[in-house]
């Protein structure tokens, strides 16, 4: 039967690695085909695939092979356009094409001669020109042929491999670490990644500003020049100064408006079609249920303290009194004006949001820490996140003086919006889309805020600098520090409700466990990520945990180590001769196993090193507990920590089996199917098979066998 699976299976596979190939193909040519490549993000695509090279599902020699080939393909073609049809181009402007466009490649052109065309490959918007530049200057083929190759080679390299790299560094991270400490490293890389953002953005955010003004001054510019265009403005001259007012940035009507609006009309869509995937029960609403999950196996007691602190800035009293102090501050700073944009956007936005409520009427998680009386979709939360603290940063941004400043001020609010809405994940009242519908919301009357803010500003009705009275400035100030009190205040008695009903320890089986773990959430193991894997191997009733690892001692099973930094550099080392070397963990039933053990074994030359993790499930087979587990088989490892997994996982459970069947340790068994036979793949690459059959086990001849096997009995 194996077999045949094989045969049936296989030419899939095959048949999807090869548009994986192809893809990287089409990739590389396109991204260096001439304009088109200035557009296309072809290097992010290729680090993606070379990343799924890591996991095993594309081979990494042959997708270098295939994005060198179309980039060599694509730099052909570009030569050849340059060669053809260059110097005619660039005379009369076709594609909106100048000598001036050409400035910054034929300069690198000339300073390094024929290596430009290897150089040129490692630089953005220049490698995408390179090729047609030396057609169109005359370079000889053979000349050209040899460095494209090279650089494509290279670039070939630098991406794929890059993606591969990253791959595996990443699959070895997710293997070793604890949800918990994933999750700390992602706000720490999180965090500095925002901070080093801002730090480019302090520094270099205004000359960057320049280019982009100075680059839409130079497209304006070329399409004024282009005569097709000119030809057009001349037949429709209405239509041309509508869409001149449109860009104009002399006045708010013009260019700022329209940024306005378009960005309303994006985020408008952006929720439309989480409405639609919400009402539909598109996979967004699986993801939901997912990351549910995920999050759950997150909560401590550290993550949900501050996760109470946080969500407090979000509560309608708080944003209530905040909003009230927050009209106050702007009457003092003589903002007269302000407060209508501040309360159009802030309560606009409740308003919006309890409607939505109300019409969706979507049930809470069933995880929910908090007690909330209202619907889930959209989450208020995420709404006032955005409408009122991202108004309140607006108006402190735009009453700033130094560029710095107003940096700082942006992310700040952007870290605070963020925070808030990730609070109300992380306490299970909420879930994923819901949060993200109500950013959206938010963001809608925020920009409605914003524009009738502007609006009144070009009308000389707001002045961001009015200057004010001592005693209001004081009294602005005072204002601030007793709302800041009170939201400590506040946030310091929320504490979380006692559960109403404490959840059960145990339940009595009453149907074969083969019925009962045959569902799709319980028949498999979890990755990190919650990515179905391998099928469980045995199920086994013992008195408990305790008396489950002793039998495995006396089985001749070894207790695996911590995975501690001393053990992971002993693991390094000794590689398969550390027989009780810590095991990556695996999740099933969005919990981590319970117990892990392994037993070194030896086939013919090699060494092998059987493992095996178990869970422990709240079911009860008469008198004992019944726990699951998985079997795996070791027979390497790679860079050094990384061990490479035998694909029969059926042999290893049988291995597992066998190897309770001791002199003086009874062991009664049956096998029942639980899969179809299937081949899946593990995180960390390479594949297993299985003929998805599940071994009952009753160690200790209790005569629970007929509990575990139903009426059939024994089958082997």
């Known amino acids: 039967m194996i077999e045949r699976l094989f045969a049936s299976i296989l030419p899939s596979i095959e048949h999807f ?76 402007g076709v594609w909106f094409l100048t000598p001036d466009h050409f400035g910054k490649a034929r300069s690198f052109f000339d300073r390094h001669g024929a290596k430009s065309v290897f150089l040129a490959r490692f630089i953005p918007s220049v490698k995408e020109v390179a090729p047609f530049v030396a057609g169109t200057v005359g370079m000889q083929r053979h000349t050209f042929m040899l460095w494209n190759v090279l650089g494509a080679i290279g670039w070939g390299l630098q991406w794929v491999g890059g993606g591969y790299l990253f791959g595996q560094s990443l699959n070895l991270a997710q293997a070793w670490m604890s949800r918990a400490g994933m999750a700390l490293v992602v706000v720490l890389l999180v965090w500095m990644l925002l901070w080093l953002l801002q730090r480019f953005v302090v520094r270099h955010g205004g000359a960057v500003l320049q280019v982009a003004v100075s680059l839409g001054r130079s497209i304006k510019a070329g399409l004024g020049r282009n005569r097709y265009l000119r030809r057009l403005a001349r037949r429709h001259p209405d239509g041309v100064r509508f869409l001149a ?182 306490l299970g009242v909420h879930y994923l889309s819901d949060v993200w519908a109500g950013y959206l919301i938010g963001t809608l009357w925020l920009i409605v805020g914003i524009s009738l803010s502007e609006f009144l500003a070009a009308g000389g009705r707001i002045n961001w600098h009015a200057p004010s009275e001592p005693w209001r400035r004081t009294a602005a100030r005072g204002l601030a520090v007793v709302a800041a009190v009170g939201c400590v205040t506040y946030a310091s008695a929320r504490r979380l409700p006692a559960p109403a009903h404490p959840t059960a320890l145990s339940v009595d089986l009453d149907r074969p466990v083969d019925e009962l773990l045959r569902s799709a959430t319980l028949s498999r193991t979890l990755t990190l990520l919650g990515r179905p894997e391998q099928a469980l191997s045995f199920a086994i009733v013992e008195a408990n945990a305790d008396a489950l690892a002793a039998r495995l001692r006396r089985a001749g099973w070894l207790a695996a180590d911590k995975a501690d930094a001393q053990n992971m550099l002993r693991l390094a080392r000794q590689g398969l001769d550390y027989v009780t070397a810590p095991l990556a963990p695996a999740f099933w039933n969005d919990q981590m196993n319970d117990l892990a053990f392994e037993r070194p074994l030896q086939e013919a030359e090699k060494k092998v090193v059987a493992t095996v993790r178990i869970w422990t499930t709240p079911y009860r087979v008469g008198q004992d507990r019944l726990f699951v587990g998985v079997v795996r088989e070791y027979d390497g490892t790679r860079w050094g920590v990384l061990h490479t997994i035998s694909p029969d996982v059926d042999a290893a459970a049988e291995g597992f089996v066998e190897s309770l069947k001791r002199p003086g340790q009874p062991v009664d068994a049956c096998r029942r199917p639980l899969l179809a036979p299937m081949i899946g793949s593990y995180l960390m690459g390479g594949h297993f098979f299985t003929r998805g059959q599940l071994w009952l086990l009753d160690p200790g001849d209790r005569g629970d066998l007929s509990l575990l096997c139903g009426q059939q009995g024994p089958s082997q």
């Open 17 to 92: 690695h090869l548009l994986g190939y192809w893809l990287a193909f089409f990739t590389a040519l396109l991204e260096t085909a001439f304009v088109v490549g200035l557009l296309l993000p072809g290097s992010t695509l290729l680090l993606m695939l070379g990343a799924l090279s890591a996991s095993g599902h594309l081979d990494f020699v042959d997708l270098l092979w295939f994005a060198v080939a179309g980039a060599v393909l694509g730099d052909n073609f570009n030569y050849w356009l340059g060669q053809r049809y260059g110097n005619r181009w660039v005379r009369d």
């Open 245 to 426: 007012e449109r860009v104009d940035r002399a006045h708010f009507k013009g260019l700022p408006l329209t940024l306005l609006m378009l960005a309303f009309a994006f985020a408008l869509a952006l929720f439309a079609g989480v409405v639609e995937d919400v009402v539909t029960s598109d996979p967004i609403v699986a993801l939901d249920h997912a990351a549910a999950q995920l999050i759950a196996a997150f909560r401590t007691p550290a993550v949900v303290s501050p996760a109470l602190w946080i969500t407090s800035l979000g509560e309608p009293a708080v944003v209530g009194a905040l909003l009230a102090v927050a009209c106050l501050v702007l009457w003092l700073a003589n903002l007269n004006y302000a407060i209508a944009a501040l309360l159009l956007s802030s309560l606009g936005a409740s308003a919006f949001s309890a409607l939505a409520k109300m019409a969706f009427r979507r049930p809470r998680p069933v995880e929910a820490l908090l007690l909330e009386s209202s619907w889930s979709f959209p989450s208020g939360h995420a709404t006032a996140a955005v409408a009122f603290y991202g108004f309140l940063g607006y108006l402190l941004i735009r009453s700033s003086a130094t560029w710095k400043t107003q940096v700082k001020l942006f992310f700040a609010t952007g870290v605070l919006v963020v925070l808030i809405g990730l609070s109300r994940i992380v």
